[in-house]
């Protein structure tokens, strides 16, 4: 009966193609899954719900945005250069820093600008959570 195909829901295939099809077309799909590595690759926005909205984020640039940066040695130089280019203050580490890049930021703007103030930079790695990883953080935060 229709009550009965309704509720089984659609295999992956379908889904991809309902997504992409209405995406194109312009219009919103929300889809309702628990499967984190769905949601990102069929998902420009994710909501996390937790019995209200926690958080909404776009899973890509969510998960590129923050660098962790090592130097020949630890410089407040570097520290006052990075603090221009971060949503939030740098966390230190021994011989470098992890900082979150604001949006209009891009990695090789924060490290001209290290270059240009005779920084040394030994390396520079994003660090890239995962979905999960985001999930438990907007979990842990609501409590």
Do not use: M, W
Request: glycine share 4%.
């Amino acid at each position: 009966d229709a009550g009965a195909k309704r509720r089984q829901g659609l295999d992956p295939v379908q889904r991809h193609e309902t997504a992409a099809g209405h995406r194109h077309g312009g219009a919103t799909v929300i889809i309702n899954t628990h499967r984190l590595e769905e949601a990102e690759r069929l998902c420009d926005r994710i909501g996390i719900l937790r019995t209200r909205l926690l958080r909404v984020l776009d899973p890509q640039a969510s998960r590129r945005d923050t660098l962790l940066l090592e130097f020949e040695a630890h410089s407040a130089e570097a520290l006052a250069v990075s603090r221009a280019f971060v949503s939030e203050e740098p966390e230190l580490l021994p011989r470098g820093l992890r900082l979150r890049l604001r949006p209009d930021v891009a990695p090789a703007d924060l490290v001209a600008a290290l270059v240009s103030a005779s920084v040394r930079i030994v390396s520079v790695i994003p660090e890239r959570p995962s979905l999960e990883d985001i999930y438990l953080e907007a979990i842990a935060d609501a409590h």
